[in-house]
């Protein structure tokens, strides 16, 4: 059963020049270390820092839950390459037992996000 669903699109230029204003206090607030490694070793960090900040987005849309923090949701890469949500704190505690599933992608100006949380089986 899908316990909720959500969808976000971001303006690329809108997070590069938040990333270029507040650095580490913007990054620090918003991505996990882990994330923040991914993004930052790539030529153009932009795109892959958008689109993990729009699945925040949608994971928050999808969840419906109000007290979760940026750094409660993970965009994690596994083996293959595909997309995952690694939940932490506050989302690690309400949504253990659900199955995630993200879709990420950008083009352009515009990064944007998919999310479904499913009730495991």
Known sequence: M???TGIDIVRIPR?????ERWRDRFLDR????GEKEYCLKKRT???SLA???????AFFKASGAGS????DIEVINAD??????TLHGNAL????SARIHLTLSHDGDYAMAQVIIEQAA
């Open 80 to 85: 293959n390459g595909r997309p995952a949500i």
């Open 45 to 47: 960090p932009y795109p």
């Open 2 to 4: 899908i316990l909720g």
């Open 15 to 19: 997070i590069a020049a938040m990333a």
């Open 68 to 71: 979760l923090s940026w750094r």
């Open 30 to 33: 918003v991505f996990t270390p």
């Open 51 to 57: 689109a993990r900040f729009a699945a925040k987005e």
């Open 93 to 96: 505690e309400k949504f253990q």
